[in-house]
Every structure is written in structure tokens, then in C-alpha cells.
């Protein structure tokens, strides 16, 4: 069914008798050529690109409770491309370009809305750093400008110019970025996949691999074994977890990361705001909610839930970045699980098995990268070879010392 | 004797008292501070002969001492803060490691620090508002470390009542946060 | 007064209260809530939807209130979203109602209502698409002005809040009937006892309804119980508290309201505190909430939970209309019935969806039937009844009180995501078994319905938690009080209703949801997501499991089959001023002042924020317009004589033991097994990882005593991973840290006078001539006239250089002294800029290059990294991506001509294409040298060592700027070192 | 979170910073034949179990000691707590 105004209108006035599933709810066959694990946004949108790009016919997706209720279903809905580094600014641009042509390719709206993406500066070093990320970006084909104190003041009045700890000294401000709805990000991709015939299969949780001679032959599920030719594992914040069942260590370490919703508000900030000197983000819903969140909680965990420590850390630095929240109300908190990589680079790669392909340590920045992620691994599936935009994160870059490390800050995932 | 002047933590010639409700913080720069580490394998020797050359009893985890002339309280495993009146002991560092000897090392801490003494009926009220310790059933001869507005503080009780010690870098921001929280719970 | 305004109650007839809502001026009773003085008024109309902008009324009288949402307060105070139920009532008080276009009666985007057909669950997915452009520019302002609920100020907020931490045995959350009995239950025994109460008054329910205890009123019974709790040192009662979140082990956050009930917080005073308890133990005494009952126009203003008309007339005296009608599927509902007729308000009629209904004295009770619609714009006028035999009957009403049986207020039971189950008694979720840890739940929270019950399952709560971390409680006597078995039926909403609302805050209704199954949207999550059920300011606390029903009808599953209701923290939306408490403006983090700071400021000088440090920039001069002038003339004045700077802020780790030598050799790099005493070497530290970490240097003060130096930035992080290697690594090693930064107060004195000013204060024992204390020398020395001084012979600016450290106490004085005795060789005092400059002119890496992710190697060091010895980083070092031919190296650059060289820039071959594919490096420094009269700067760039004379170019798209610069060495100045060692 | 300090009892978690999997203590032999896969696995393939969990946790803002503490990572349960220098000297570090 093809999704329009004039649909709606038609529909409201009869009744909304005609509307049918998104998707079909499938249930598994015996075999496939391709079995993606995950039914979050890079596994749906792998299938979609997998059916849609590269001609996949017998494709599975694997969820096993429902699908989008990992992280695509839990984070800040942002999305951007101010990377730094030559491994990965290519591939975010990649994405973001993916982005601004979804809902036209899906024929879904996940409002996507660029809004902007404000990254404050506090410092000279700080600002250097910004020129040289700006740079960067530039050189790689995406938007940045630098911002001066005043230019800043003029988008965002209400910040605390006058009695802040930290002063703000400008920022770089890239206006391509912006935020997207993302549960419609899975949805989107799950009805596109389905209309393009992939099985979407939910409450089917992977418990193990039959592996034959170092080629995978299928997994074991708790809705039965089925056969692949292909199997990708696509299911971030568990991937310690999956591919230990294939008997493999990564280098990930899963973490919870907190998000927080305020209650609904009439528009009060137009765009995405990063502080310079703490931890916090923000950005405002359509449905009037400011979203926002800061850093991880900073030890494993698998809890999907988090602590007051960094609670009360996240609000801190923004209500010292923006005084007038004092009196915002924090209406609910969530947590989601992220892989945390060695150097806060993700893996879309091949694995030691012939035939299982792995997708993971997104960090806290998988969001973004949806579209991308979900071609790329399409790509490697098909193709067997990395797609160009993704040629750096292989799994064994640590091995051969070729680290993608955005932050500098080594093999500490809490601090990626 | 040296001619050069010492200002307090809070930066002027004399140190600040203010009483706010029914607490009174005072600071106080009139002590002198080292540290006093165990070498390894010697905290026997260590305690043996802080007991017999200053006849300090080292205390255990979470705890403070008196003797004498010297205070001392538990820093970590086999480490301890000792201190004492500056003006009879500004050298106190050297005083120590000369009684103690070789078998610990003795580090000059008295700078390191601010501390601001807290007195009266409000101070366990004040520092509910502070720090995660649990105040409330501290005794005199507890010590302890913790986190006090984002800052590593040793709170330690006395039957004078409170002493509160911090980064002396921070002195200023740490008697901002003692200041406020006072007016809060006066 | 009007008619609305019952008598008795725990109001304070005595005590009237002006306050305005929406410009009108009322009056109330101190004791009111802001939405009990509304109802007294006759106001029932208090706001408008999130959607659909359908007039609502106040629908509960707790913290669930979904529709009495007001902004509170006015200008930088206003608040928006607050809940009338839960605002207690002040003189003077003004409230507006929020999300409107023009007046609350008549309100433009009630327009919504109108086309209500085209707003399905989920209908924005499928369309604005077309055309791509208007979705940023048409659609999506359109709707987030429509959205949104009430609208800040965005002044910034006068109020001050505080933080807190509180210890206990035993927590106890909720002062009604359970939580009473708990607290005095522990209270007597002598734990340490936390009673926190959302509301201002203690009591729950026992202050709402009727019943006795023994022989006293409710109230009166929680008066005595008070008292006796008040008179114990060992129980904190906290009234206005909302214990909002579980956290692990035991934690909990609350939130106190320190002066919400007055019109501005005393002076000092907080608006709130948030309190982080430590508890051994949790018992959740929260109650329950009502449910309501879906049905055609159910949300009508008057339309509202019997409980809560119940409570209004017992314990506010107000009453929403002179004539009430019930509407029921249980027991209880004949409570509320019975409650108002002796309160003196009509109930025309009791429809009670039971065929069994029980009778009541004097009041018709309609068995059997069920709502079918009401009436009224702005307001209930009627209802229309459908009876047991199919006919259907209005009956005039201002109000209907609807009870659709009690939920278990589960907030907190499921903070940690335990999951609910199924109580088919009560037909609702009661906590399961995976509480958090240390919690547990009694009362009505518990599906303990009856006050009997409730008050036993306290007691007994209080003992069983008690006895589990050793103390001994007795339960002890308890008060007689009625103990009625529930009767309820499994009635959820009325069928055929066109719009039966099921979320009020949201707009949901049960049409979206049977909309949502429809197209797939099944499991609990996706009909959440899709129709945003439970999504609201509310949590969905009255709303979440008639979604479920409806669901679990459509699905033909049971309700727990379906899915359950689980909460996330904060229970009621926590004020962020509360979350941040004092960690804002300028106290956002502790700010850390140099030892000269007193007399920098003196100075003039600009401060720079360094971390936590304030720091001097640079100290302009009268007459310096520009701060390059500052700059320049502190370079100068270094240079060609001596300048002072503070340089307290790097890191100081004093190393002792007979193994310090050995254990620095492990730390660094470079070999320190061989330092003799009296000297300082510069070391290089790496991570783990092979990556160049900190640099700094060591001293040897002793054979068995060294004093560490490291970067400002990584001070803290050094010195704990330096504690990570004594006790994890090399725990066999003599040796033992401790952190001296802040103990001494360190200047380097730099410039070719800087020995000869040096002289005039340390005491003349001490011989600093060239051959006595060579360049990289070090001692324990006197100043000014015996203060103990630490002096070391190292150059950060590449002139003959000391850096001179004494106890902080006497920072101040010895730059004073400095200042005086340096008068003669026109000592300047030089800022961080100055600094930056001198050590760009030398090459001297920072943070700028050792950015964590250089390589030894790249910073030009790699020959430092020794391979006779194991130390950190050495063996991952070696990979071979890190060895790469065309390995980044840091060179110097100036420009080919004028021109000023960015820091950022990258660098590009001096002819070809600008683009990420032919980058081949970044600019990391740059400053202007007034030595050399020219823009310079460190680079990294590929193969960079070899590529020396080379022109590049330095491009910086970003501020549209492209220089020409050639590659040389990084020491710019004196690269012999000659200085130094003079 | 609390954690249960061996020799000061319950205290905040956020007085701690955390480093990740106990396995940091059991550095390798440097001039080990396989020396740079060792440190690569060391380094880099850490366990990050679902369920009980050996971590370091350091006690920045208290005594300065590294501690091991066994932690449920889905629970976050804590089950035992113990000096990470008793654990390194026991695994014979140092020797």
C-alpha cells in the first residue's frame, strides 16, 4: 500500500477501514540465502539496501522480541556528519546524504529535519580542534561553518553568556545535521523491506551457529533452526553476547548510555545543541519534548537502565548551559546498551567464519548512521568486498595498529 | 626565619570565620600536614615506631587519632595523614620522617590543603546537603574521604565538631558551597 | 462562596487565600490544592488536550492528573505543565491555562476536534512527503507550534536548589495507612526510619474517605501517629517528598518542596532539595490509583475518578457539581456514592456496569448499565445511560465520578525494569518478585485494598524488612478498620463508543488502538511508539492498562499475556534546577586558583579557564590595545631578559622507595634507572596502547625520592594510572605515590637574567652558578631567608630557565618578591599566550600534539621509546600501522611571505586538488613569533621529517582561507640549545 | 550503585572510576614470543560478559585503592569485592 495525503483523507472518511499492516508478521522458512540478526535499524535497513540495491532475494531478518526496540527505539534521533577522521567522515556524509532522500525512498515520513547541529566551543584549543574537524568535513564534501560568539548568541539567545563557568566562545555549527524520528526509521525500513519481500521474523532469538569446516550453515533459534548461506549479525549492544555463540571475542564492551525526555514544551529550541564544557546534548521533538542525554554511565552493563550519578551530571551541565531548564521538568529516562568499541569506531566486516559477517561497535553513534550502515553491510554481503565509505572498520585494525580513534582516547571504550 | 608573608587558602593575611544560623565555618590555615606512607613489608616497623618516637597510635580504616601533639587519620592501605600546629611544627614533614625513619616515606602535605572547621548545632545538617558520608552518625575519631561539590574532601569529626578539608586550589569554591549550604538549612 | 464549597474537611474555613486563574481572581482556603479551589469555584473547565484541543477538567487529585495542567507562577518563575492537583494553595498564587490559541473557552485550535478523523494514530507517517521541501518549511512548524504542551520563560531561573544525601535502615514511601503503620512499626523498634510523603499532609487515603479506626476519624488517627513519629531521633518525616527513582543497591532519589507552597522561596532558602537516600531497605507504601472507565465523551470537564470526587468532598470541602453521578464497576464507587450524599451533594443515580450490583439506601443504583455519552461543550451537563434493557436515559449531572477499580502504584517497583504480574483478584498488575534490590511492597501498592489490610501488611512489611538486616520490630497492635473483600468486575471501556478516550493527556483513544492493531502495531512497545500511549507528562498512570485491555481484546490474548505496564524513573517529572542543584553558573564546577592569582588580578591580567584553573593569559599593559601587543612584549621581554610565569598547575606526584627508579623506568618511555641524584630528565609516558600519553619530567631528589612532573591536563589521570601500575602491575615494587600538585607553589623564571635574579632571593648557601647547578639540575634549596624551596634547572621557552617551587602559603609572597627584586632587570610576568608562543618557537609538543592518537614516533621521539626495557606501551608501539613509511611527523612551518597560519588548517601539496583524498596533514599549533617577526606553526604531516623545504599548502575551507607555507624544522629558535645550558 | 569497600564498607559508586575487565591486572610477558598478540588480545579483547563480571573500579575520591569487584552486568548485582592489589599479589604478580 503507497502511503499519501490523498490516502489519508480518504481513509479518515471511511472509517480507516483500509489500512493493512506495515509489515507482515513472518515466520521463519527452513532456509535463506541471507539471515541478518537484528531487527533494529541497521539490520532492517541492511535487508532494505540488501533487496532494494544489490538485487537480495531470500532474505531474513531475525528479532527476537520486536522489532526497534533496541537502540533505534531509545537514543537522541540525531543524526550528523562532523566526523574528524579520513576513516570515517566519508561514511557519516555517505549516510547523511542516505538521510535526506529517505522518506521519498521509503514512502514513510521519519521527519527527518535538519535542523542543525550546534557543537559549542569553550576554549582556543577547543575552537582549533573545531577548525580542524570543520576542515575536515569540508574537504570531505559535507557543511561546516565556525561560529563566533555573536553568531552563536543570535541562534541561541537564551544560553548562558553571562554567568557561565565556561564561557562560550563560539561553535561550529554544521546545518545539515538535525534530528529524525526514529522509531519511524525502523518502521519505514521494515515495510520497505517487506514490500521488497524480505521475512521480517520477530520473538526468534538467535541461541547459536552451526558452523561446518569454518563456514557458517545456518543458527539455531528458539523458533527453530534455520539455513543460510549468509549470516550477518547486526544487533549492537549484544554483540559480545552473539558472537560469542560463533565462539568469537570482540573488541566491545557493552555500556549503558541514559536519554531523558522533558515534558512537552511549545518550540524553544530550534535546533541540536552540543556543550563544550560537559556533557549534554539537546534537541526538541515535533511533539514538544526537549530530548537530551550526555555520556555513558561508564561500567558494563546489559541493565538497559542507568544511575543517578550521571543523571544528575547530564542535567547539570544543562542547566549551567541553559538556565531557564532550572524549571523544565525531566519527565522520564531510559537506557539502551551500546558496544563500545577499543578506539569508538564501529566494524562492518567479515569474521574469521567463512560466511558470517558482523556489524557492530557503533558506540553511542549508531543512530546516525542507519542508512549507511544498512548499505554498507548490504554491500558486504553481496559483494564480499567493504563498500569505500567503510573501508576502515575492519575488526582486526587493532591487530595491524590502523585505529580510528575520533577522540584520542585509546583503548578506554567508557571514554569514546 | 624568612620575611616572606603566607596568605591563607581563601587568599587573604587571616583566616575567615562566618557563623550563619547555627553553624559556624572557620577556616583554618594553622596546621601543618604530611603524609606518611609504609614502605613495603615495614608497616609493622612503621606503627611500632610512630607509637614509640611520637607516640602516635596509627589508626585503622575510617579513623582518627589523637596523641600528643599530632592528629593522625587513615588515608589508604598503610598511608596516613598526620598533622599538627603549624606554628610549632611548620617543619612537620621533616619532623616525621627524622622520628619515623626509613621504613616509610613522609611527604610535606600541609599546602596541599584548605580546611575549614565546622561548629554547632547545624554542621551535621550542613553537610547532609554536601557530601554522600553519613554524617549524621559520624563519632569524634572517624575520618573520612569523599566527594564534597565535585571535590575530593577528608571530613573528618573531632568533639570540637567538624573539620572539612579540601583541594586548596579550591578553597574558594569549596567555602562558596559550605556558605550556601549553611544559609540553606539555617 | 459557591455552591461547590462543602463544609468540614481539613481546610481552613478560617483562612481565605486570594489567587487568579487565567486573570480571575478566586478565593480559597489554606489546605486547598490549586484544583480543589478551582472545583470550590465552580471552575471546571482548567485546560485543553495535547491534540485534539478538547476542553478538559481535572480528572484525579494526585500527581496522575493528566488534564489540570497549568503554567504556575509568572515570569521567570512560571512553570509550565504543573498539575493543579499537586500545587498546594498560597495567597496570591496565579495560574494560566496552557496550550491554547486564544482564550481557554474558545479555543482556535479546537479546530483540531473538528477534523479529528484525519489526525488517526500515526497518520503524520504517511503523508507531508510531498513536495520533499515543505516537510522543513510548512509541515513541521505547523506542527510543533501546534504541539507542545505549556512554554517556558526562557529567563533564566531565579530559584536556587540544593542537593542532599540522606542514610537509612529503612525507607518508607508513602505516609498513607501501610506507610503509617511501617514507620511506627521500625520507629519503635529504633531503626533509622525515612517516612517520605509526596503530599503535605500525611494519611493517604485515611485522610480522603471516611472510615474509623477504632474509635477515631481517619485524620484524627494520623495526628496521633504523627505526633508519636515527631517525638522519635530515629524517624525523618519528610512530608512533600516524592521519592521519584530506584537506583541500584539500595539508592533513591527524592524530591523535597522546600518553599513550592510559597509565593518565592525564603531568603537562601532552596526551592527544592533532591535528596540521594541510601536505604538497607524499601518498603513502598504508594497506593494505588484509580482507573477510569473509556466511554463516548468520557473526557468531558466534570468527568473525573470517583476516588478523587470522594476525596475533594471529605478532605476539601469542594465538590465539581451540586450533582454527581457514579458510574462503576465496583464496590467502591458506592463508596464515593455514600461519601457525597452525606456531604450533602446529589447523586441522581449509581450506574454500576454489574447485573449484581448492590443496593444503596436512598439512591438509585442502575445495574447492569453503562454510560453511553455525555454532554456539554465547556463542561458535563448530562449523561446518557444505556440500561440493562437496551434503552437509554439522560440524566442531567454536572459531573460524573467514574471508578473502574484500583492499580498498584508500581512506579517504583519497576524503576529497575522488573516486570509485574497479573493479580486476577484485583484485576490489575501487582509487583512481581524481581523488586529492586532490598525493596519490598506493602498496602494498597501492594493489591492490599482494605485499610485493614493495609495498615497489617505495613506493619508486617516494616518487621519482615527490618528482620533482614538483623533488627527486631514488633508489628504490635493495630487499630480496628474496615476490612470490606474487593468486588470488582472486568469492565474496561463501553463498546460501540465512537471516542472513548483511554490517554487523556495524549489524545488516545480506543479507536487509535484498535487503529494500531490493524496495521501491525501489536506488542506493547510498538502500540506505545505508534499511538503514544503512556507517552504523556502522566506516564500513562491511569491510561496504560486499559490500553492493554484493548489490546488484549483485539489480540484475543489476556491482558498479561499482552504485555505489561512498566515505568521508568522519575515517578513525577523532577524539576531540572532540582537534578542540578548548585552545580550551575559559575559554581557549575569547582574553579581551582593559582598561588598568584591574588596578584595576577592585582596585575590586570586576563584569566584563561585551563581545566578547572584559572590561569593567566597575559597581563596587558596601559596603552595595549590588542592583546598581540601583551603577547609580543612578554616574548621579548623573556627573551632578551627574564620574564616569570606561574606554572603551578602542572602535576605533581611525589615518588618514593627503594624501587621508585625502577618503577618510573616501567612508567616512562625513556630509561630512568640511571638518574643521578640532583638531576631532572624529561620523560615521555605512552598508553598501553603504544600511543604517546603525557610527557613531563622526573626529578631525583634522593636515591630513593623523585618528584614527577606531568601536564596540566592529565594530572589526575597520570597519577591514577601511575597508582594502577604500583598495585595491579608491579605490586612487588617498593615504591609509594602521592599527589603534591597543589603543596607548592611553582614560577618559572626564564631569560637570560633569570640566574642572576634567582640569586638575589635564594640564600646565599646555595651556589646556582652554570658549574654548580647545570641545566638540568635540581635541589632542595632556601629563599628568602630559610623557606624551604625546590629548584630545578629545566626550560619549557628554551632560554636559561629555573622553575622554583615553595609552599603555596608563600606563592603569593615569592612572586611579590620576584616582582620587587626583578625591578632592575625589567622582570615581565608572562600569561599562557607568551608561554604558548615560546614553546611553538622551540617545538615543544603539548596537548595540541600529543592528542592521543600521535605516536613517538610521530612527535619526532621515536629513538626516546626504549626497546632494552619493558614499559608501558612498548610492545603495541611496534605495530606495524603505527610504522607506516609515510607515518605522520610534526614539522614547523612558516609562510611563504605574510600571512598568518590557522591552527586547524590542513595541508595540501602546493599545487592540484583541495579535497580529503590529497590531504596530507593538519596544523596543530601556530602563533605569531615576535623573534621571528613572522607567523609560524607545528604541523603534522605525512612523511613530514623528510620533507623539509617543501612548500605546501595550508588550506582552511571553513574560514575560506589558503596559504603557501614551507616546511622546516620545528625548532625555530636557538635549535642548538645553546641557551639553555648558558 | 554502591560498592562494598573491603575496608571502609558501602560507598557511592560515584566516588569511583571505572577501568573495565580485572583481566588489565594479567599483563604480559614482554619478551614472550608471542608478545605483540598477547598484548593485542590483552589490550583489546576484554571479557564483556553478559552476568557476572570481574572489574576494576578505583576509589579516586576515597583510599586510592584499585578494587575488583565481581558485579552482575544485568543485574548489576555486586558479589564480592576485594583489594585488586591482594588480587594481583595472589595471581602472582610481581613475582
Known sequence: MRYSGFRVIKEAL???????????????????????????????????????????????????????????????????????????????????????????????????????????????????????????????????????????????????????????????????????????????????????????????????????????????????????????????????????????????????????????????????????AGHFYCSQSDKGGLVFGGDIDGYNSYAQRGNLPVVEDVVESGVALIPALGRVRLLRGWGGIMDMSMDGTPFIDRTPIDGLYFNGGWCYGGFKATPAAGWCLAHLLATDTPHETATAYRLDRFRTGHIVDEKGQGAQPNLH | MTDLKPITPLGAGAARIHTIGQVTISENPDRSMASLTTRKGKADAVRLVAKTALGLDLPGPGQSTISGDFTAWWTGPDQWMIDADHAQYELLAAHIAQAIGPVASVTEQTDGWCRFDLTGSGSVALLERLCPADVPTMQPGQATRTLLHHLGCFVICSTAGFSVLGPRSSAGSLHHALIEAAHSVA | MSINRLTGGLIDHASPLQFTFDGKTFEGRKGDTLASALLANDVRLMGRSFKYHRPRGVLSAGSEEPNALVELRSGARREPNTRATTVELFDGLTADSQNRLGSLKFDALGVNDVFHRFFAAGFYYKTFMWPKAFWEKLYEPMIRHAAGLGSISLQDDPDVYDKGFLHCDLLVVGA?????????????????????????????????????????????????????????????????????????????????????????????????????????????????????????????????????????????????????????????????????????????????????????????????????????????????????????????????????????????????????????????????????????????????????????????????????????????????????????????????????????????????????????????????????????????????????????????????????????????????????????????????????????????????????????????????????????????????????????????????????????????????????????????????????????TAARLAEDHFVVTTTTANAVPVYRNMEFARQCLWPDLDVQLISTTEAWAQYAVAGPNARKLLQKIVDPEFDITND??????????????????????????????????????????????????????????????????????????????????????????????????????????????????????????????????????????????????????????????????????????KNGSNRLGETMRAVNPLEGGELLVELVSAHFVDPEGGRLRD | MIINHPLLGPRDAAEFVYLGDAGLIDRPDWQADDAAQAFHDYMYLRDNPAGLHRELWFHEQGDRSWLVVTRNTVTHEITNVELARDVAIAQGRGQ
Open chain 1, 14 to 276: 471511511t472509517g480507516h477501514k483500509g489500512w493493512t499492516p506495515a509489515w507482515r508478521d513472518a515466520s521463519p522458512q527452513a532456509d535463506y540465502d541471507y539471515v541478518i540478526i537484528g531487527g533494529g535499524g541497521h539490520g532492517l535497513a541492511a535487508a532494505y539496501y540488501l533487496a532494494a540495491q544489490f538485487g537480495g532475494k531470500r532474505i531474513a531478518v531475525l528479532e527476537k522480541g520486536w522489532i526497534g526496540g533496541g537502540n533505534v527505539g531509545r537514543n537522541t534521533t540525531i543524526i550528523r556528519s562532523n566526523y574528524m577522521l579520513d576513516g570515517n567522515e566519508p561514511f557519516y556524509e555517505f549516510s547523511l546524504k542516505l538521510w535526506e532522500g529517505l522518506e521519498q525512498e521509503l514512502n514513510y515520513n521519519a521527519m527527518v529535519s535538519q535542523r542543525g547541529i550546534l557543537n559549542l566551543v569553550h576554549s582556543d584549543a577547543q575552537r582549533d580542534g573545531a577548525r580542524r574537524r570543520g576542515n575536515a568535513m569540508i574537504l570531505n564534501g559535507s557543511d561546516a561553518e565556525l561560529l563566533d560568539t555573536e553568531g552563536v548568541r543570535k541562534l541561541y539567545p537564551f544560553l548562558n553568556f553571562d554567568n557561565a563557568r565556561f564561557p562560550i566562545k563560539g561553535g561550529l555549527l554544521h546545518r545539515r545535521g538535525g534530528t529524525v524520528r526514529h522509531d519511524a526509521v525502523a518502521w519505514g525500513y521494515a515495510r520497505g523491506a517487506d514490500q521488497l519481500g524480505v521475512d521480517i521474523i520477530q520473538n526468534c532469538e538467535v541461541t547459536g551457529f552451526r558452523i561446518e569446516n569454518g563456514k557458517v550453515k545456518g543458527v539455531e533459534t528458539s523458533r527453530g533452526y534455520i539455513g543460510a548461506k549468509k549470516v550477518a549479525s547486526s544487533v549492537a549492544g549484544s554483540s559480545s553476547r552473539v558472537m560469542s555463540l560463533a565462539g568469537l571475542r570482540l573488541p566491545i564492551e557493552s555500556h549503558v548510555l541514559q536519554a531523558f525526555v522533558s515534558e512537552g514544551l511549545k518550540p524553544t529550541i530550534p535546533g541540536v545543541i552540543t556543550f563544550g
Open chain 3, 772 to 941: 654548580a647547578f647545570p641545566f638540568m639540575a635540581c635541589g632542595e634549596i632556601t629563599v628568602g631567608g630559610g623557606l624551604r624551596a625546590r629548584l630545578f634547572r629545566i626550560s619549557f621557552s628554551g632560554e636559561l630557565a629555573f622553575e622554583i617551587a615553595v609552599p603555596t602559603r608563600y606563592g603569593d609572597a615569592l612572586i611579590r618578591r620576584l616582582m620587587d627584586e626583578g625591578q632592575e632587570f625589567d622582570l615581565t610576568p608572562y600569561g599562557t599566550e607568551a608561554l604558548g608562543v615560546m614553546r611553538i618557537e622551540k617545538g615543544h609538543a603539548t596537548g595540541a600534539e600529543l592528542n592521543g592518537t600521535t605516536t613517538a614516533l610521530n612527535l619526532g621521539m621515536g629513538r626516546m621509546v626504549s626497546k632494552k626495557k619493558d614499559c608501558i606501551g612498548n610492545t603495541l608501539s611496534e605495530r606495524d600501522g603505527l610504522n607506516t613509511a609515510d607515518a605522520l611527523a610534526l614539522v614547523g612551518l612558516k609562510p611563504k611571505g605574510d600571512g598568518q597560519i590557522m591552527t586547524g588548517s590542513h595541508l595540501m601539496a602546493a599545487s592540484g586538488p583541495v579535497d580529503a583524498a590529497h590531504d596530507q596533514g593538519y596544523v596543530t599549533s601556530a602563533a605569531y613569533s615576535p623573534i621571528l617577526e613572522s607567523s609560524i606553526g607545528l604541523a603534522f604531516v
Open chain 3, 176 to 696: 498513607g495507612p501501610a506507610g503509617l503503620a511501617a514507620a511506627l512499626t521500625a520507629g519503635r523498634a529504633g531503626a533509622r526510619v525515612i517516612l517520605a510523603e509526596e503530599d503535605f499532609l500525611l494519611g493517604g487515603r485515611l485522610i480522603a474517605d471516611t472510615g474509623t479506626l477504632t474509635d477515631m476519624s481517619g485524620a484524627d488517627w494520623v495526628g496521633t501517629a504523627q505526633a508519636e513519629l515527631a517525638t522519635m531521633d530515629n524517624v525523618r518525616i519528610m512530608p512533600r517528598t516524592t521519592v521519584v527513582g530506584a537506583y541500584d543497591h539500595g539508592v533513591y532519589g527524592a524530591v523535597e518542596r522546600i518553599s513550592d507552597h510559597l509565593a518565592v522561596p525564603e531568603d537562601g532558602k532552596p526551592r527544592q532539595v533532591f535528596w540521594r537516600i541510601y536505604s538497607k531497605r524499601a518498603l513502598v507504601c504508594a497506593g494505588a490509583i484509580e482507573r477510569p472507565i473509556a466511554f463516548e465523551n468520557n473526557d468531558r470537564p466534570g468527568v473525573m475518578l470517583a476516588g478523587a470526587v470522594r476525596a475533594y468532598a471529605n478532605r476539601w470541602a469542594a465538590t465539581p457539581a451540586p450533582s454527581v453521578v457514579v458510574f462503576t464497576n465496583n464496590d467502591d464507587g458506592h463508596r464515593t456514592a455514600a461519601d457525597l450524599v452525606a456531604k450533602g451533594v446529589s447523586v441522581p443515580t449509581i450506574v454500576d456496569t454489574r447485573d449484581t450490583a448492590p443496593d444503596m439506601q436512598g439512591t438509585e443504583v442502575l445495574a447492569g448499565a453503562q454510560i453511553a455519552d455525555t454532554k456539554g461543550r465547556l463542561g458535563v451537563k448530562s449523561v446518557t445511560v444505556k440500561l440493562i434493557n437496551g434503552q437509554t436515559r439522560v440524566i442531567p449531572c454536572g459531573a460524573v465520578a467514574v471508578s473502574g477499580g484500583w492499580n498498584p502504584n508500581l512506579g517504583l517497583t519497576c524503576h529497575q525494569r522488573g516486570r509485574p504480574v497479573w493479580s486476577e483478584k484485583i484485576l490489575s498488575f501487582v509487583p512481581g518478585g524481581d523488586l529492586p534490590q532490598g525493596q519490598s511492597v506493602a498496602g494498597a501498592a501492594n493489591g492490599e485494598t482494605s485499610t485493614h489490610s493495609a495498615l497489617a501488611s505495613g506493619a508486617q512489611g516494616a518487621v519482615d524488612a527490618l528482620e533482614s538486616i538483623g533488627l527486631t520490630a514488633q508489628a504490635g497492635d493495630l487499630p480496628a478498620a474496615e476490612d470490606r473483600p474487593v468486588s470488582v468486575s472486568p469492565f474496561w471501556y463501553v463498546q460501540g463508543a465512537k471516542r472513548a478516550w483511554v490517554d487523556f493527556q495524549n489524545d488516545v483513544t480506543v479507536k487509535d488502538i484498535k487503529l494500531s492493531h490493524q496495521e501491525g502495531f501489536r506488542s506493547v512497545e510498538h502500540l506505545k511508539r505508534y499511538t503514544t500511549l503512556g507517552m504523556a507528562t502522566d506516564q500513562g498512570k491511569t491510561a496504560n492498562l486499559t490500553g492493554l485491555a484493548v489490546m488484549a481484546e483485539l489480540t484475543g490474548k489476556t491482558i498479561p499475556e499482552t504485555g505489561t505496564t512498566i515505568f521508568r524513573p522519575p515517578y513525577t517529572p523532577v524539576a531540572m534546577g532540582a537534578l542540578a542543584g548548585r552545580s550551575v553558573g559559575k559554581a557549575f564546577h569547582p574553579t581551582r586558583l593559582t598561588p598568584s592569582h591574588h596578584w595576577a588580578a592585582e596585575q590586570g591580567a586576563e584569566f584563561v579557564e585551563v581545566g578547572n584553573w584559572l590561569r593567566a593569559q597575559y597581563f596587558p599593559r596601559p596603552g595595549e590595545t590588542h592583546w598581540r601587543q601583551a603577547v609580543d612584549r612578554e616574548v621579548l621581554a623573556t627573551r632578551s631578559s627574564v620574564g616569570v610565569c606561574d606554572v603551578t598547575t602542572l602535576g605533581k606526584i611525589d615518588v618514593q622507595g627503594a624501587d621508585a627508579a625502577a618503577f618510573l623506568n616501567k612508567i616512562y618511555a625513556n630509561g630512568f634507572a640511571k638518574l643521578a641524584v640532583g638531576k631532572v630528565r624529561y620523560g615521555l609516558m605512552l598508553r598501553e596502547d603504544g600511543i604517546a600519553y603525557d610527557d613531563g
